[in-house]
């Protein structure tokens, strides 16, 4: 369109577009503001301009068939599996269009992609006869545009009025790796197929896996999503495993199914401690929140609340020797001695006077060993109460010690252990049967202590007494003979030192296991992603320790800073501070590993071909690698400064590199001689400077067009230049970010160009004018990359607030959502073929999203993300406050799931009453019928049996008081018509009268309907226990007949022989111990 040309108007379009046409006959849209209407034109009134009848606009737009025809002007050979193979004269169904250039269809049923200037309209009154030529040429450049003007116009109007949205493919999760264990959690040996020693489980990111230390694989995976592991610990019979989360959350998972078997929401921070009592069957947690909390293994729900440390729980373990007796310590430098029966704490230890990290109980409950923020371990000997002994306060340092006469045992310090390590005591640990202790500190060293039995301790008290008395024969040390506490039995007699563990770096977590031919196995795990298994045989003089296995090369050993793909999406290269990793992307297995020499990598790239990656340093080193010799074949000293940015060239002929010293600097590929001797045929990749553009600012990115026209450079300053690829001249700044832009990307038609930013933002830019579509408030902290789906206008941005987010640029609306990291994110990698999805983060992992054939319909994806939002918070607040019971603390907290069940009671209650009152009679409300219920008693009983064992107690308590009313006017024929539930509804009464004891006392007109719930359940508990009795003696009288006729025993209490056989064990294997004092 050319100054004082005439235009004929053929339709307005929006209020700033016409669509016209010259007089050459081509037919095209332009701004309203760049013309001067003499004739004015109606925006419904279409222009009396008629073109040929195989491309009349008119004959689109009037034509409103449902199923849009176009033909195939030419043959089209897919590319990627998204696109959609066309032949000639191929009539084509189009179903929606992706971008004004690419429309999606389908063909004998095939369904993909195919670009728009290949195709032409067909109105029905029109043979389906097509045009023979080849491929688009210059001289048929007119009747193409007009073609392709008319099918956009005709799409865009017809899908509008059809009330079709564009649709977009789901991506969802496919796997996390390169983590091998988190250094937040703690590790444990585990049993698998009856082998010990050789299985350990670790915490990885919000994951819980078993590790195979031989083969260095994964055996089993346990995941709950979005939170973090902070604690796990099996059940002492292998069957359950207890992991406890950031949020408070306490899952209990099947070893076998590893399945979820129920979920205790019982603290309100991060767990910090969990230990299952000897059978199993209760669970003991502690937390950041001061409390802890004991938990049903069978019933699966929370039973109380123990309150009364100040500060966060570091350890609590079940006592052995006596039943129901829980000891904990905490920061406050407590350690604490409660009883479960009366839920209350009888004896105190407040003799430290820094924080208490970690107790441990030894020999069967003899010893108490705790670690402190010195370097010793304080002792103390737990004794059981006689009437020879009786319990008196005790004087020690000047500090009384009360002992409270309700305490069955005597807590008495006997002295302290020297560590050799350096700071302050981190993990405290014992083996299974309490015989090894392990601790670690600060620096790099396991340090043990093995517990003698008290037959070994005599021995030891007697080879110390003839040494006393030859060298009180000779004269020598009267002075020590006359002191009588020399001849009793002294802590060293009972504790050896055995042989340190040196380890590689500090430990963040270790666990012990003793073997029965006597060889201690230690795991740890490091900071650095890795694990190691040691092993030391107890019985050798001088032994030292010996690395069995470790696991390595399965992770990066510091956090991942950028990631890239390979051109056929089938390998990731990722880098950190000291290497280059290859991976698999279908079985995320490390293929490559490539050492850096202490190079901290910033940015990657593969290099057409993909046999190398470069690699860009913070040094400002660009290393050239070869993959397939794993090996680093060239360093050049690209940059004086932080590389931060490399990208290809359109021609893939070479690479532009940004740097931290102000310069942008072009490379072209070259083969050379390979420098090895031994190779002076070969060739090999090497870069050729070929220009520099010098700037004033630290460049941050640098991204060219894909019509090889600009090149965009982010600056420190916050602004954008755009500068001319071939004469590197400005053409654009793009400023307004108030802080500066660390990533940006160009669209594959160069037309839109997207920043993100530190201040939280993404620009959409147009690359004609420079001027800004829109700012979007994309993350909650700094955008940290970016970067489109390939011939799309929809890019993904990733931020350190962790989450990965997909955008439209078109409509300037975001997708949806991925679950991202832990932490922060770093950077993502969209592969060439848009299906797959790669970032990196601070939690070490590498997350791996795949494209789905789900359509995801956009107003969904906002409607369930407003939804959980709603529900991050509690509309009823997070304290569960009932009046009159201001000191109330249930064993769990208040969740959705508790407020959802509350609601469901009252819907249940208000759908009864109504139901009722029509008699009971007529079709059942929707909402019975959706619990299958036939009647008010079971859709009252069904709505109970749905709430989750660990919340129903909170849901009880959001009811209120006149729902607490209606519902125990139910009860009595509920226990009427259903014995068979009599345990669910008496726990349901018992609760709500305890805590709704004084109102319901007062309330006059309850005490009819208390006296028929009381003599209801009394029968019902009755029938119960009647029918438990019958059965038992009954199997007791059948048990005494076979006995009598077989002189066989059936059954034996295991519980009472148990203690018997461990005892016996014990002293099988201390007879064939022979430990030797290793002095310090």
């Known amino acids: 369109m050319c100054v004082n040309e005439k235009i004929y108007l053929l339709r307005r379009i929006t209020d700033e577009w016409y669509m016209g046409r010259d007089r050459r006959g081509l037919v095209g849209m332009f701004p309203v503001n760049y013309v001067e209407v003499k004739v004015p034109l109606s925006s419904d009134e279409p222009a009396q301009f008629t073109p040929s009848a195989t491309c009349s606009a008119s004959a689109a737009v009037q034509q409103r068939s449902d199923a849009i025809k176009v033909r195939a002007l030419y043959h089209f050979a897919a590319e990627t599996p998204e696109d959609l193979s066309l032949r000639e004269d191929d009539l084509v169904t189009v179903l929606y269009q992706i971008t004004p250039e690419w429309l999606y269809g389908e063909v004998n049923g095939r369904r993909g992609q195919f670009p728009a200037n ?53 991506y969802v999760p496919d796997a996390s790796f390169n983590i091998i264990a988190s250094g937040r959690a703690n590790v444990s040996f585990v049993t698998v197929n009856g082998i010990d020693g050789r299985y350990v489980m ?31 610990r099996a059940s002492p019979d292998q069957k359950h495993l207890a992991v406890g989360y950031a949020d408070g959350v306490i899952e209990l998972f099947d070893f076998a199914n590893k399945e979820s078997v129920c979920s205790f929401a019982a603290h309100r921070s991060a767990v910090s401690a969990i230990n299952f009592d000897l059978l199993g ?50 920061k406050d430098t407590q350690i604490k001695f409660w009883n479960l029966e009366t839920q209350c704490c009888f004896k105190t230890i407040v003799d430290h006077r820094t924080e208490v990290w970690g107790i441990a109980l030894m020999r069967n409950d003899d010893f108490l060993v705790c670690g402190t923020a010195d370097t010793q371990l304080s002792v103390y000997r737990i004794a059981p109460c006689t009437e020879e002994q009786p319990s008196l306060p005790l004087i020690e340092g000047g500090t009384v010690v009360e002992e409270s006469t309700v305490s069955p045992f005597r807590c008495t310090a006997v002295g302290s252990i020297q560590r050799a390590g350096h700071g302050r005591t981190i993990n405290l640990v014992a083996d299974v049967n309490g015989q090894v202790l392990g601790c670690h500190g600060t620096d790099k060293k396991i340090e043990l202590f093995y517990f003698c039995t008290m037959e070994e301790a005599m021995k030891k ?19 020590a003979s006359a002191n009588p506490d020399a001849r009793q039995l002294a ?219 600009y090149i965009a450079v982010a600056l420190l300053d916050t602004t954008v230049k755009i500068f001319f690829l071939d004469s590197l001249k400005f053409y654009l700044s793009l400023y307004g970010h108030k802080l500066p832009v660390l990533t940006m990307d ?38 940290t990359s970016l970067q489109f789906v390939p011939k799309t206008h929809l890019f993904f941005s990733c931020g350190r607030d962790g989450k990965v987010k997909q955008w439209d640029a078109d409509i300037f609306q975001k997708i949806i959502t991925l679950p991202g990291h832990l932490g922060e994110a770093y950077n993502l990698a969209v592969s060439p073929n848009g299906r797959y999805v790669v970032s990196c983060g601070s939690d070490r992992t590498l997350r791996l999203f795949e494209r789905t054939d789900e359509p995801l319909v956009l107003q969904d994806v906002q409607e369930e993300e407003r939804e959980e939002m709603e529900n991050a918070t509690l509309a009823t607040g997070e304290d569960s406050a009932v009046p009159g019971l201001p000191g109330l603390r249930l064993a769990s907290k208040k969740t959705i799931g508790a407020e959802k069940g509350a609601e469901n009671i009252l819907e249940c209650l208000e759908v009864s009453k109504q139901y009722e009152a029509e008699g009971s009679k007529g079709p059942l409300p929707p909402l019975m019928f959706a619990f299958s219920a036939g009647d008010t008693q079971q859709f009252l009983l069904s709505v109970l049996g749905r709430i989750r064992a660990s919340d129903l107690e909170e849901s009880l308590l959001l009811l209120p008081f006149s729902a607490v009313c209606e519902l125990l006017e139910r009860i009595p024929k509920l226990t009427t018509s259903r014995r068979d539930q009599t345990e669910l509804i008496c726990k349901v009464v018992l609760f709500l009268f305890r805590v709704h004891q004084k109102p319901i006392v007062n309330n006059q007109v309850l005490l009819p309907v208390i006296q028929e719930i009381i003599s209801t359940l009394q029968g019902a508990i009755g029938e119960l226990r009647d029918m438990v009795g019958t059965n038992l003696y009954a199997s007791q009288m059948l048990q005494r007949e076979v006995e009598a006729s077989q002189g066989c025993a059936l059954f034996r209490d295991a519980t009472k022989h148990r203690q018997q056989r461990e005892r016996r064990r014990r002293k099988r294997e201390a007879a064939k111990r022979t430990f030797v004092q290793i002095t310090k």
């Not at 109007?157 to 789901?170: A, D, E, F, I, N």
């Not at 937390?287 to 570091?314: F, M």
């Open 461 to 479: 008290l007697t080879k110390r007494m003839k040494k006393l008395d030859t060298k009180n024969a000779n004269g020598k040390e009267a002075t």
């Open 118 to 170: 290949f195709i032409e309209y067909v109105p029905p009154n029109l043979p389906s006869k097509a045009t023979n030529g080849g491929p688009p040429q210059n001289n048929k450049r007119s009747s193409n545009f007009v073609r392709i003007v008319f099918v956009k116009i005709y799409l865009k109007m017809t899908l509008g009025k059809m009330g079709l949205t564009k649709q977009y493919l789901s």
């Open 491 to 709: 802590l060293t007699d009972e504790i050896k030192r055995l042989p340190s563990i040196p380890t590689p770096e500090k430990v963040k977590s270790f666990d012990l296991l003793l073997g029965s031919r006597n060889e201690l196995r230690v795991c740890c795990t490091f900071l650095k992603n890795f694990v190691h298994l040691f092993a030391l045989d107890v019985n050798k003089k001088q032994a030292e320790s010996v690395t069995l296995h470790s696991i390595t090369k399965q992770g990066h050993a510091s956090e991942v800073r950028s990631v890239s793909f390979s051109s056929d999406s089938l390998a990731i290269a990722s880098g950190s501070a000291e290497s280059l990793k290859l991976w698999s992307r279908s079985t995320q297995a490390v293929l490559r590993t490539i050492p850096t020499d202490g190079g901290y990598v910033v940015s990657t790239c593969f290099v057409p071909g993909d046999r190398h990656v470069l690699v860009g340093l913070k040094t400002g080193q660009l290393l050239i690698v070869d993959i397939v010799a794993a090996e680093v074949i060239e360093r050049i000293e690209a940059h004086e400064k932080e590389l931060w940015s490399i990208v290809l060239t359109p021609d893939k002929h070479g690479c532009v590199t940004g740097g931290g010293d102000t310069t942008v600097k072009f490379w072209s590929f070259e083969l050379i001689a390979s420098p090895k001797p031994e190779q002076n045929e070969a060739k090999v990749l090497s870069l050729l400077h070929k220009n520099t553009l010098k700037l004033e600012e630290t460049v941050l990115c640098v991204r060219l067009s894909q019509n090889n026209k």
């Open 281 to 330: 069957l209760k669970l003991i947690s502690g937390g950041l929140d001061n409390d802890l909390v004991l938990s049903d293994v069978v019933a699966h729900e929370g039973k109380c609340r123990l309150p009364g440390h100040t500060a966060p729980i570091t350890q609590v373990c079940f006592m052995q020797r006596y039943q129901d007796v829980v000891v904990s310590s905490s």
């Open 202 to 232: 670790v915490a990885a990111a919000e994951k819980v896996i078993i590790w195979n230390m031989r083969l260095g694989e994964k055996v089993a995976e346990f995941k709950r999503d979005k939170q973090e592991v902070t604690y796990l």
């Open 746 to 783: 160009i669209s594959y038609d160069s037309n839109i160009i997207v920043t993100g930013s530190a201040d939280r933002t993404i620009k959409i830019w147009g690359m004609d004018f420079g001027d800004c579509h829109r700012s979007l408030l994309a993350h909650d902290n700094s955008v």
